[in-house]
């Protein structure tokens, strides 16, 4: 698949902005700060319906402006391409998302408005690659979670709504903990917990739907993630993914099922009740996990390089793609400012393995930036305005 016009209204820098783009490469060269990469943030948010850079929606509206508006002309189906659509079966689809920061978000496919914002997953799939893909290796937990689930949707969109219900079990549950342990605190007789079996029944059903997409995701990664890094630092690895839960090692061992994950998690909650009730938040669930990334027999957070990390970072989003393409069409693959951070063996390298893709979106500050082998079309960004030379 790919995207044949991007068309964005009042989206980050731009009041408005129409590029049309062609399969193969395409770089957007110009000056920092001038919205190369809110050009291609664009595309991830129709992919994902989040941002790479920041995690709220109001960011994205440009100051002054109520909402902004992403628009795009999406091609499916890649005659000639090992699994793909036949070239009487390509199909074109126009996708709007409308941005609106403390309100509900509207989109629309092909002009209907019968559709939420979440239909829209799976239609565009991207790859990103972009600096802040360090934080995979060297961040938080919750930075390798969200790679998962956004992995998972991409995959499999009917999971966002599992994804959804489990926030929002999450978020009644801890509300109802919170009030238990503030009226503790104040020498109150506490709050009334009647219902928290029944929250704990809710999490545990949805919380293993997501745990076990999370562990078959980790199991279909880990070769792919092996081979890639191998690609990207010949001698380097091996690499190691493994998921580590919130409710231990010996819980989850032999626990694949939905069934047998359940039951773990609803062990698990009714093991750490008084400790939760007395600190008012939920200790025990997907939300508490994290996917340890090892390099040879130590793990990467701490002990890996920069350019080790790096390696890393790109070998797993080389496996996302080769997942996806493997699931029958090719995502758009965006590398944002990334070359500038590479030594040049890297730069090179991830280069060649990317240049083959059906639509390829790259940013860089300045032409030389771009290896050869990504030679393709190019537009000029600066001031505001997106020209094709």
Same mark, same amino acid.
């Given at each position: ?85 036949? $070239? %009487? ?10 941005? &609106?920061? =403390?309100?509900? &978000? ?10 939420? *914002? ?29 790679? /998962?689930?956004?992995?998972?949707? $991409? ?53 293993? @739907? ?25 001698? =380097? ?22 069934? @047998?994950?359940?039951?773990? /998690? ?19 669930? *997907? ?19 920069? =350019? ?26 965006? /590398?944002? %400012? ?5 030594? $040049? ?23 030389? %930036? ?12 600066? &001031? ?6």
């Amino acid at each position: 698949m790919h995207v044949a016009h991007l068309s964005l209204a009042d989206f980050r820098s731009y009041a408005r902005a129409e590029v049309p783009l062609d399969p193969g490469v395409t770089a957007f060269v110009g000056p920092n700060g001038q919205g190369k990469t809110n050009l291609v943030e664009a595309v991830g948010y129709l992919a994902t319906l989040g941002s790479h850079r920041v995690a709220s929606d109001a960011p994205l509206v440009r100051v002054g402006a109520e909402r902004a508006v992403v628009r795009a002309q999406v091609v499916q189906g890649s005659p000639g391409l090992p699994g793909a659509i036949p $070239a %009487d079966a390509e199909r074109r689809r126009l996708l709007e998302l409308e941005i &609106n920061p =403390g309100r509900a &978000n509207r989109a629309r496919i092909n002009r209907s408005s019968q559709v939420r *914002p979440r239909d829209l997953l799976g239609i565009v799939r991207s790859v990103l690659f972009a600096p802040e893909d360090l934080a995979l290796v060297k961040g938080d937990p919750g930075e390798r979670r969200r790679f /998962l689930d956004e992995l998972i949707t $991409a995959r499999a969109p009917r999971l966002a709504g599992v994804r959804s219900d489990f926030e929002r079990v999450l978020k009644q549950r801890n509300t109802l903990l919170k009030t238990a342990a503030l009226a503790r605190r104040h020498g109150g007789k506490g709050a009334d917990l009647s219902t928290l079996d029944v929250w704990d029944q809710h999490l545990a059903t949805v919380g293993a @739907e997501l745990l076990a997409h999370r562990l078959d995701l980790v199991a279909a990664l880990q070769p792919l993630a092996d081979k890639a890094y191998e690609q990207v630092a010949p001698g =380097g690895g091996p690499v190691g993914l493994d998921y580590r839960s919130s409710i231990g090692d010996e819980a989850m061992a032999g626990a694949t099922g939905r069934e @047998e994950l359940f039951q773990r /998690l609803l062990e698990a909650l009714t093991a750490a009740r008084r400790q939760e009730i007395e600190r008012g938040v939920t200790l025990v669930g *997907p939300h508490r996990d994290d996917l340890v990334l090892r390099l040879g027999p130590m793990p990467a957070k701490g002990y890996a390089s920069h =350019g080790e990390s790096w390696s890393y970072a790109l070998a797993l989003r080389l496996a996302s793609y080769e997942l996806l393409c493997a699931d029958g069409e090719e995502p758009v693959l965006v /590398l944002d %400012d990334v070359f500038a951070e590479l030594d $040049a063996r890297r730069r090179e390298r991830l280069a060649e393995l990317v240049a083959p893709g059906e639509q390829v979106l790259v940013t860089a500050a300045v032409d030389d %930036d771009v290896p050869g082998v990504l030679r393709g079309a190019r537009f000029a960004v600066e &001031n505001g305005t997106v020209v094709r030379q």
